[in-house]
């Protein structure tokens, strides 16, 4: 076990302890008793995971992690924060900063080893995220060398997210950081009624991108975004993409067609909703599941999906579907809704 793990926190009593825990199994471990010597470490290194506390004078945890993402030899190294702080607020910021994990203080053996052998982990599988990103560029980007050449270095430069099943990646009226695009997994996008129904306005997969909407209006993120699978993700700097979008015109083209085709997908929802029947709201639901689908006839998804996507019950749902399967139009197995005849569902009367 090679694995160099740099551990930054003004408390001596604590960083021996971690350092002596990972030592013990074959980690490298070196250390810094404060922010400034971390970033510096961090440089000079280049460790393969970084365990840092949040609270220490000088130069916080934040002030730690914003440094090393800055540059772009140190911002692909996990993160991991060393905390005795547990307010929901601090774990948001941390996350939308680009840490990977937390680790509560007092932490035992088996914590901080499981946390650290994780995320050692999930990197590899970051790595292949990374080289699956690069060869996607071309969907973007123009035929020019500059234009994919920028766009390879703001990915080479972010860190990639894993993103848990249910996990909430930006809350509605949360400001925009940034763009995020999606290399593996599946993230919905859902809006909350005042009786606490779910409405579900979009869901995206690999190669989308997310938050397009706020960024280019300027404005708070007007839904909540959540896991529907465990996903990777890449965010995308607000202040870099902007800078793209003005000096290559292809890319912003790009942009604001994607632009475009969610607010037209929002447009016909609501439609939808105000003037379809229920067999003709769900049936346009399965349609437009299918277009996004890897395999167009087989649709990976839940009843609660399909109520939030059709803004129905999903008793109503259930029955619905029973009615379809009847008809010979789908068949359900496991979780699983196969289509079998999509040119009746596409003709299905309001």
């Known amino acids: ?96 900063m680009g840490a990977d994990d937390y680790i509560i203080k007092p932490f035992n053996r088996t914590e901080l080893l499981n946390a650290v052998e994780c995320r050692l982990k999930k990197n590899e599988v970051r790595k292949v995220s990374f080289t699956k990103a690069l060869q996607n560029l071309d969907n973007l980007a123009n035929n020019s060398k500059d234009e994919k050449a920028e766009l390879k270095a703001l990915i080479a430069s972010r860190k990639i997210r894993q993103v848990k099943k249910k996990q909430i990646l930006y809350y509605e009226g949360d400001q925009p950081t940034g763009i995020y695009l999606i290399l593996d997994g599946c993230i919905k996008t859902m809006k909350l009624s005042d009786d606490g129904r779910e409405f579900m306005t979009g ?54 067609r994607i632009l475009s085709n969610n607010i037209s997908e929002k447009e016909d929802q609501m439609l939808e909703l105000a003037y379809n029947s229920v067999r003709k709201r769900l049936a346009q639901v399965l349609l437009r599941l299918n277009k996004k689908s890897d395999d167009p006839l087989l649709l990976k998804v839940s009843r609660e999906e399909l109520a939030g996507m059709a803004g129905m019950a999903m008793e109503t749902v259930s029955r619905t579907l029973t009615n379809f399967k009847d008809e010979g139009l789908i068949e359900k197995k496991s979780g699983h809704i196969m289509i079998l005849e999509l040119n009746r569902l596409e003709k299905i009367k309001n």
Do not use: H, W
Not at 7 to 34: E, F, P, T
Not at 71 to 85: D, G, R, S, Y
Not at 205 to 228: F, I, M, P, R, S
């Open 203 to 256: 869901l995206y997969k690999a190669d989308n991108y997310l938050g397009v909407n706020a960024l280019l209006l300027n404005e708070v993120y007007k839904e909540t975004a959540v896991a529907v699978e465990d996903a990777t993700v890449c965010l995308l700097p607000k202040d870099i993409i902007l800078s793209l979008l003005t000096r290559y015109p292809a890319i912003s083209q790009q942009f604001l």
């Open 1 to 96: 076990m090679n694995e160099c793990i740099l551990i930054i926190d003004d408390d001596d009593v604590m960083r021996s302890l971690a350092a002596k825990i990972l030592n013990q199994v074959g980690y490298n471990v070196i250390q810094a008793n404060n922010g400034k010597a971390g970033v510096s470490l961090a440089s000079q290194m280049k460790p393969d995971l970084i365990l840092c506390d949040i609270m220490m004078p000088e130069m916080d945890g934040f002030d730690v992690l914003q440094l090393i993402s800055k540059n772009q030899e140190t911002a692909i190294i996990p993160f991991i924060f060393l905390t005795a702080k547990t307010d929901r607020l601090d774990f948001r910021k941390g996350m939308e």
